[in-house]
Structures are given as C-alpha cells and as structure tokens.
C-alpha cells in the first residue's frame, strides 16, 4: 500500500512553484501542515537538492526551477515508491539490494531514478551509456508468477512504453525481440530484466529501462524519442508510463493471450526474414507466444522452432 501522504517538501515545492513572488514562513508551514522549523527543513531539503529557492527575513521564493527533475517528493502521494539518485553505478544495482532486502512487500512495486549512471547496464553484460537528460530508472515488482513465464513482465513494460511514447510524440515505435524499443531510425529503449526465484515461482522481478529523450549515444542505430527540446517531462513520461505499465502487469500476471497479441502488433519484426544474432543464421521471424518465446522458421521449411529470451540467439536485424 502506497502512503497517500503528501510530504512537507512537496507542499512547500507546490506552492513556491504556484506564487512567482515571495511567501513567508508561516504560510509555507500552514500549508505543509508543520511548524515553521519544519517548513525550513524542507526548503533547506529543497535547496541541497539543487532547487534555486532563495531566502530573506520575509520568507522565501522560488527563483530557478529544477523543472525536469523526477526526485521522489515530485510524484506527490506515491513519494513513498520512489528512491531517487542524484548520481549512481547502475539503477539495476540499487534495485537489487532493494529487492533482496525485504524493503519491498509482495504485490508492491518500487521505482529507482537516477540522472546518471556511471555504470549503466545492458543486455548480455553490455553497458548502457546514459545520455544527457535521458530517463534511467529500475521497476521492481514482487509479483509471484512462474518461472517460465517471468519475461511476461518485460512484454509489459514493452508494450506500455511503446503507446505511451507513440501518444507523447505522436511518433511511431516499435517493439524489436527481445528487450527493445525502435523508431524507424533506430533504438530508443533498452530494457533488462533480472529476477529472483525460488523453486518455479519468482520472488521479485526488476526491470531496467533506459530511454533516449533528446540526447542518443554515439552508437549506430539509435535514436530518440524526440529530436529538438522535450516538450515533456522525465516525471510525466515516467508517470505515464507506470499508469499504463499497470495495465499490461496485470495482463501479464493472469497469463492473458492479449499482452502477447499486442505485443505482436507492435512489433516492426513479425513476418520479416532476419538472422540471428551470433550465428548469422536466416529464418523468418513469425512473433512470440504467449511466453515471449520468438517464434522463427527457416526460409523454405513449415518447421517452427522457438527461441527462449535472454539467450545469445535472438533475432536483431532485418536481412
């Protein structure tokens, strides 16, 4: 259960943000419902996070803005399912010895922000490299489900992104087997899944996202979800996600057959000759089943042969 309390910081943040001039002290802790001790602890919280809030004997004014800023105080009564990182090795780590903590209970899920990542990763043992202003966080959900079904969350987080990126920007995007997210000019979303089990049940599911905002890394075949200035921010698109995110987890947890057919339809692959990656070996990409298996078939065969997620054979590029 979330704790619908909104903090003290994120009240004095409200309304220094909703009145451009100076407010005063007891005005502040009237409306965090704190003493006038308290309202400056969290203007003083504020102000080591990097908020401009200036300060004089008549109270206190908001003169520069950390207006992309996706700290935990900024989502409001959901503060509680955040931790945020100014600067961190890997989002995935953190998520990590969070979820093996006990922090988290079951059936709760938890959302681990950083602005930087000096460790970032990525499939395979590959690095992610977190480009300026990109959105990098760590979902961990500690739903029970079995084993052979747990990439049914990646599947989820596919398919959420990819309607909330479409809606955003108005853009196509893609989904690509196994993790991936595409404009038709290259990657814009990485995801990475990790996972906890204990007998065939998983104990918790993390799910890594990287996303290209306006700022792609100097790879080939990449891109971003907008091109000029983001009209939107890291906090909306997050938000938005987790909404629709909510969504296709709970598809994803009742074994619905209508995650994997989504998943298809967003799928720029399905139908398409390719090669697998590593051997070089040409099929014919046909989609997933409702696990997230990649159905391939050789050219000039009616044999199907799946392909589990997450081994070094999957399908990457188009022939």
């Known amino acids: 259960m979330v704790n619908e309390k909104q903090s003290a910081k994120y009240k004095v943040l409200k309304m220094l943000r909703e009145n451009q001039g100076i407010v005063s002290g007891v005005e502040l802790a009237e409306e965090a419902s704190v003493?006038?001790?308290?309202?400056?602890?969290?203007?003083?919280?504020?102000?080591?996070?990097?908020?401009?809030?200036?300060?004089?004997?008549?109270?206190y004014r908001l003169e520069n803005d950390l207006a992309d800023s996706i700290y935990p105080w900024e989502f409001g009564s959901h503060e509680a399912m955040f931790t945020h990182f100014k600067t961190t090795g890997s989002t995935m780590a953190e998520?990590?010895?969070?979820?093996?903590?006990?922090?988290?209970?079951?059936g709760?899920?938890?959302?681990?922000?950083?602005?930087?990542?000096?460790?970032?990763?990525?499939?395979?043992?590959?690095?992610?490299?977190?480009?300026?202003?990109?959105?990098?966080?760590?979902?961990?959900?500690?739903?029970?489900?079995?084993?052979?079904?747990?990439?049914?969350?990646?599947?989820?987080?596919q398919v959420a992104l990819t309607k909330v990126l479409r809606r955003i920007t108005g853009r196509p995007f893609y989904i690509r087997w196994p993790n991936d997210i595409w404009s038709e000019d290259g990657k814009v979303v990485g995801i990475l899944?990790?996972?906890s089990a204990c007998g065939n049940f998983t104990s918790w599911i993390n799910l890594g996202v990287g996303i290209n905002i306006t700022h792609r890394p100097r790879l080939p075949e990449t891109d971003t979800i907008f091109h000029r200035e983001s009209p939107i921010t890291r906090k909306e698109i997050l938000t938005r996600f987790w909404d629709e995110f909510k969504v296709q987890e709970k598809l994803a947890c009742e074994e619905s057959p209508w995650l994997a057919e989504e998943w298809n339809r967003l799928c720029m692959d399905t139908g398409h000759r390719m090669h697998i990656a590593g051997s070089g070996k040409r099929v014919i990409f046909k989609g997933i089943d409702h696990l997230g298996f990649a159905i391939v078939q050789s050219p000039g065969s009616r044999v199907e042969k799946l392909l589990l997620p997450g081994t070094s054979s999957f399908v990457k590029f188009h022939i």
């Open 35 to 59: 003493s006038r001790v308290g309202a400056w602890k969290a203007v003083r919280a504020l102000q080591e996070a990097g908020y401009g809030i200036s300060a004089s004997r008549k109270g």
């Open 95 to 106: 998520a990590h010895r969070i979820a093996e903590s006990g922090r988290t209970k079951p």
């Open 108 to 157: 709760e899920t938890h959302i681990i922000t950083a602005d930087m990542q000096t460790h970032g990763l990525g499939q395979g043992g590959k690095s992610w490299t977190t480009t300026r202003g990109s959105l990098a966080f760590t979902l961990i959900t500690k739903n029970r489900m079995m084993l052979a079904g747990h990439s049914r969350m990646t599947m989820a987080a």
């Open 193 to 195: 899944e990790e996972f």
